[in-house]
């Protein structure tokens, strides 16, 4: 089961990002999938922020570095992330987000801020459950889900807050 990040906390960033990375080479070497630059970059600048990215906000900074930043290049890799579980499409952005386990195959849940575009992937055994119960109950065969749900982080509730 995925493990949830502290994006809604302060904390050590970079941290965040370096583990990302190194996760990814060591599940590619142990796969036997290769990790281009491309795709190194592509997942880093994912990992730069806890929001969400389209490739489109890609292409900017792939281009700054060099890389072709032609869209079907950078879709490319984004589709060679998800296939490793190394990223997770926000359907109701089309953007990405970095997974926190990737090792792990597991459902994506995912609150997501609407002030700030912040979003936290989170687990919930609960979640999971009620789901597939509901979906015993109706003899429907789950394929794949993602649940997002939208509102306000802690930081953009406290600067909403009238006493701030």
């Known amino acids: 089961m ?3 990040t502290p994006c809604f906390t302060p904390h050590n960033h970079q941290r965040c990002i370096d583990g990302a990375l190194n996760t990814a080479k060591q ?5 036997g999938v290769r990790f281009t630059p491309i795709r190194e970059r592509v997942l880093e600048l994912i990992w730069q922020s806890h929001k969400p990215l389209g490739a489109y906000e890609l292409l900017p900074q792939l281009a700054a570095d060099g890389f072709n930043s032609a869209p079907p290049t950078v879709y490319r890799a ?3 992330l998800q296939e490793q579980g190394l990223v997770h499409r926000i359907a109701s952005l089309n953007a990405f987000i970095g997974c926190n386990s990737p ?4 459902t994506g849940y ?4 609407s002030n700030c575009g ?3 992937e989170i687990a919930s055994d609960v979640i999971e459950t009620a789901i597939q119960q509901q979906a ?5 065969k789950v394929e794949h889900q993602t649940l997002e749900v939208v509102g306000l982080c802690p930081a953009c509730q ?3 807050s009238p006493s701030a």
């Open 78 to 80: 984004l589709d060679f």
């Open 27 to 31: 599940l590619c070497h142990d796969r």
């Open 103 to 106: 090792a792990h195959q597991h």
């Open 110 to 113: 995912f609150f997501l801020c």
């Open 158 to 160: 406290k600067a909403a």
């Open 136 to 140: 015993d109950k109706q003899s429907f």
């Open 118 to 120: 912040a979003a936290l």
């Open 2 to 4: 995925a493990a949830t």
